[in-house]
């Protein structure tokens, strides 16, 4: 049964992609595709153990990445394995969001592309004209990551959240395309921009 909803997840998630119009020309997963649930904390274990085998490239898109107080912090220890995955000869690129009208948002993205930088990743930002909300990553073109998790101490280690891996090298190019379209929209930070709407509700916790 478990294998069976996976394959369902699995579609619906291709379908979304298929919707999605930056997603162009979407097929069909093949029959051979894997897939695996990964929710709340089952999806920093397997994200940092392919990022530890990554024999090709990295290619990770994230909305937020909050570095945690401790060297321990899991936020922090996959920069570290970015790092060294960087120093075997890994081709890594990480992307992230630049927010037009949230601060706080961006002190953290900069702090992590920061350490990502003394790491010797490539770390750029996307256009703050639009919100990058996108969390995924594509390893060795074929491993692919999506889902709900950002890159912070609570989405890793606390939250309900839920991803999905999916082994499938037609996804990951199609992935590979869609970030390198986000990745040449703008390539620099820049400063905020407006003030956020005015809403009565409360912001989310990440």
């Keep these: 049964m478990a294998k069976g909803l996976s394959k ?25 595709t894997e897939a695996q649930l990964l929710a709340d904390d089952a999806y920093y274990p397997a994200l940092i153990g392919k990022i530890r085998t990554a024999q090709k490239s990295i290619n990770l898109v994230m909305y937020l990445w909050k570095i945690s107080a401790g060297s321990d912090s899991r936020p922090d220890v996959l920069i570290r394995a970015l790092g ?93 395309a869609y970030t390198d379209r986000i990745a040449t929209e703008e390539a620099t930070y820049r400063p905020v921009l407006k003030a956020p709407r005015q809403s009565g509700r409360q912001s989310h916790r990440r």
């Design 84 to 176: 060294e995955t960087k120093r075997r000869g890994v081709a890594v690129r990480v992307i992230l969001e630049n927010s037009g009208y949230d601060e706080k948002l961006n002190r953290a993205n900069r702090e992590a592309a920061k350490l990502l930088r003394q790491e010797g990743i490539t770390a750029v930002f996307d256009s703050p004209s639009v919100t990058t909300h996108t969390k995924l990553a594509v390893i060795d073109q074929r491993f692919c990551f999506i889902g709900s998790h950002n890159l912070t101490q609570s989405a890793l280690e606390r939250n309900h959240e839920m991803s999905i891996l999916l082994d499938d090298r037609r996804l990951a190019g199609e992935l590979t």
């Design 8 to 32: 369902s997840i699995a579609l619906l998630a291709l379908l979304w992609l298929a919707g999605t119009p930056a997603i162009t020309g979407a097929q069909p997963l093949s029959p051979a």
